[in-house]
């Protein structure tokens, strides 16, 4: 059992407790996409833990030595989501006396977990394709454009589908193909 619980410490799994047969699902999973660059949704009910998953599959990835930066895209005011992810240039908003770098910038290297994606406006999600895509976006006011080397994970809850009919969201265009 020790040896176990060191195995799962190691591979980044040490705050995941459970045995069922869907946390070993959820674990074999997160273990197949870690090592990939692949853009990984995560889907649950809110208070699941995703965020401990995506930390985990942040451990296990190459880029487990630079940054893992967390984005709560329902807790930000929609019309400030745009700056903080993308950063923004000195004067780009009222009131806004310095350059600021986005969290993608920040991320550089490493991951971004960007949590509730489903919350994000439909106006931003052409400019996430781009980042998906190109590795490429510009901050705020700038026309400038910065590039970056970032591993994305996303989350959210089930109600993503009903988002997709209603087309609030746009799924395959953000180039997420199936569920983890």
């Known amino acids: ?50 965020e401990m998953v995506a930390n985990a599959i942040h451990q296990m990835s190459t880029c487990k030595d630079q940054s893992l930066i967390t984005v709560n895209c329902s807790a930000l005011p929609q019309n400030l989501i745009e700056s903080e992810l993308f950063g923004r240039e000195k004067g780009a908003l009222t009131g806004t006396h310095a350059q600021q770098a986005g969290r993608f910038e920040v991320a550089d290297g490493g991951t971004i977990f960007l949590d509730e994606i489903g919350e994000m406006p439909l106006e931003l999600q052409s400019k996430l394709l781009r980042v998906l895509q190109d590795g490429v976006f510009e901050r705020l006011g700038s026309a400038k454009t910065i590039k970056v080397n970032v591993r994305v994970i996303v989350a959210t809850c089930p109600d993503l589908k009903q988002n997709i009919r209603k087309k609030r969201f746009r799924i395959k265009k953000l180039g997420i193909r199936r569920p983890v």
Not at 11 to 19: A, L, P, S, T
Not at 34 to 44: M, P, Q, Y
């Open 1 to 50: 059992m020790y040896l176990h619980k060191e195995l799962r410490k190691e591979k980044g799994f040490d705050k995941i407790v459970g045995d069922s047969k869907t946390i070993k699902s959820v674990v074999y999973a997160a273990k197949q996409v870690a090592s990939t660059a692949a853009t990984v949704l995560l889907l649950g009910e809110t208070g699941i833990s995703k």
